[in-house]
């Protein structure tokens, strides 16, 4: 059986890097309005903000739409954007938080009217409303109970959460705030409260308004209007889209300097739709784009060892919560027992994986947390190692026969028999996955168990995996290090939405629900190392390594703030040198 050595493994991602002998083009110096061009690895698909269901989709809606309170990379804080402060906390009983907001005077729409609390209550409503693609938004905020506007105070407004997590005075004012008048102009949502939304019939017809509201609304999804810095101007499907500022945005009437979250520097982005690593670190080098995020570690090394790349190109690094992971479909019956997933984890050799991806920069993980985050990380736990003899043994445990060259069992109260034959999905033009994938197919190989490998474009593996076709997936998990709900991507709630693994049980669920309602930091981090002993013993997924955050710019960009926060840089901050004030 043909194996891939490491040496093979490294080969394959050095190839990725382009020689630094390709001299990169001279340009002159970008005029006043010149973008600012950033690689992008996906087309966002949508910018739907019900549903920005990609990294880059998020990206793209920071920029159109602003939320109350917006996230201080400097700080690593949440800090007031429409909002005017930080919501005012009460506590009813042991139940009930109420939180009041209000927003900014000078907040305005394009149309030049103001935001008003109706605009939050109906974004809150909107993000419940039946008919529409907002199933992830109604999850992820069902603890937000009721919205009140003040009787007396059109910008003035209560929101209600279920239960008293500190998270929620933050979580509660982190989504884009959407205008009523643009979207509801006959003001259809008025008429029913948040709760009636919520809790609407899943076998019950929409009310006509909300059907009239709908179609409206999908009529206008990929233009809803913002009150963010830009505007989009241009967007040609799969190779780029353009962004430029408003020349009077309301947030530039402020005293100055500002508040950091509504600083907006460039006066245009134009994100390049590059797939392909080699390519995007070309187009760099000829200056075709300015700022590529996640370069590749033999990329970084050649830069680090090239005067000339150094002349024209800076290298940016710090940690992050990004972690490359592998998950099971736990829906199906070969992986639908924990004892069989937790013996093919040891067929991944994630220390040798991430020597070959990451030239050893980067850190192993025994769970979804950074071991960098000393109070929450369980290093009570052990890594999983790379061990297919135990491996075997394993399988041999969970029932598994390997006869006749295949591992088989009995299917158990149906009947039959099971074989172990496994397809790994992953995304096409990513060396780190296909190196992985690689790897395990090699180690599977030698145990007799056959995978097949299927690399896809973003957007089809995207549709595969929530269908759920697939016994395997490789992907970065980005984390939060503010808010530790865990529910989107292991809650039984969200299976056909954003839990791939179909991972989840009703006690598993309410687990996850006290690990994200935690009110005090001791109990949170009791928890967390809880639920990383639970997510190794019942491995729906298999973390394999955090990633460090590289990121490469043009040397006349100023402003490029790394962060290990995602996307990993502060796109507004971004400025030509020569044209900094």
């Known amino acids: 059986m043909h194996k891939v050595s490491r040496a093979a493994m490294r080969h394959l991602i050095g190839r990725v890097g382009i020689l630094l002998g390709v001299m990169a083009c001279s340009s002159p110096p970008p005029s006043a309005n010149a973008p600012v061009r950033i690689r992008w690895a996906q087309d966002p698909e949508a910018l739907d903000p019900l549903r920005l269901s990609t990294p880059q989709a998020i990206e793209a809606a920071n920029l159109i739409h602003c939320a109350l309170l917006q996230l201080n990379y400097a700080l690593r804080t949440f800090d007031p954007a429409l909002a005017e402060a930080f919501p005012r906390r009460q506590l009813v009983g042991d139940s009930l938080t109420l939180l009041t907001y209000r927003l900014r005077p000078a907040a305005r729409w394009d149309t030049g009217q103001p935001v008003l609390a109706r605009d939050v209550v109906f974004t809150l409503k909107l993000m419940a409303c039946p008919g529409l693609p907002n199933e992830s938004l109604r999850m992820e905020y069902a603890f937000i109970k009721a919205v009140a506007p ?67 609304y999908e009529s206008l999804s990929q233009a809803v209007p913002g009150c963010g810095p830009y505007r989009l101007t241009a967007w040609n499907k799969d190779q780029n889209l353009t962004f430029r500022r408003k020349a009077d945005w309301w947030a530039d009437q402020l005293p100055a300097p500002g ?89 991944f050799d994630a220390k040798g994986l991430l020597h070959a991806t990451q030239r050893g920069v980067g850190v192993r993980t025994v769970g979804l947390i950074n071991p960098v985050d000393k109070t929450r990380y369980n290093d009570s736990l052990e890594l999983i190692p790379f061990d297919p003899a135990g491996a075997a ?25 099971q074989h172990l034959r496994l397809t790994l999905r992953y995304r096409a033009d990513d060396a780190l996955f296909a190196t992985i ?84 930091p001791r109990r949170q981090r009791q928890l967390l190392r809880r639920f990383q002993t639970l997510m190794q013993r019942q491995a729906p ?9 590289r990121i490469a710019a043009n040397r006349e960009l100023s402003g490029v703030r790394v962060t290990d926060l995602k996307p990993g840089y502060v796109v507004t901050a971004l400025e030509w040198r020569q044209l900094k004030k």
Do not use: M
């Open 437 to 520: 994938a690689l790897q395990f197919w090699s180690s599977a190989a030698a145990l007799d168990i056959p995978v097949e490998l299927q690399p896809a474009e973003a957007a089809t593996l995207n549709r595969l995996l929530l269908a759920g076709d697939f016994d395997l997936y490789l992907r970065t998990l980005k984390g939060n290090p503010f808010v530790f709900n865990f529910a989107p991507i292991l809650g039984s709630q969200y299976v056909g939405v954003s839990n791939l693994t179909g991972f989840g049980t009703p006690a598993s669920d309410r687990f996850l629900a006290e690990v994200a309602a935690a009110t005090s």
């Open 541 to 549: 997924l298999v973390p394999l390594f955090v990633l460090p955050t």
């Open 150 to 216: 003040d009787a007396k105070d059109a910008r003035r407004f209560t929101i209600t959460c279920a239960g008293q997590a500190p998270e929620y005075a933050q979580a509660s004012g982190n989504y884009p705030i959407l205008s009523e008048a643009s979207l509801d102009p006959t003001g259809r949502l008025r008429r029913f409260s948040l709760a009636q939304l919520q809790h609407w019939p899943a076998n019950r017809a929409p009310d006509t308004a909300l059907v009239a509201l709908a179609r409206r």
């Open 259 to 347: 508040p950091v979250v509504l600083q907006a520097r460039p006066r245009a982005l134009r994100f390049a739709i590059i797939p392909n690593e080699g390519t995007a670190w070309l187009a760099l080098r000829r200056g075709d784009i300015d700022l590529y995020p996640q370069v590749t570690a033999a990329q970084a090394e050649q830069l680090l060892n090239s005067d000339q790349a150094r002349r024209t190109v800076s290298l940016h690094t710090a940690s992050s919560h990004n972690v490359v992971t592998a998950g099971f479909n736990t829906r199906r019956p070969v992986l639908a027992d924990a004892p069989t997933r937790r013996a093919l984890s040891r067929l």
């Open 393 to 417: 043994a394993q399988l041999q445990q969970a029932g598994w026969r390997h006869v006749a060259g295949e591992w088989r069992r009995p299917a158990g109260n149906r009947g039959g028999v």
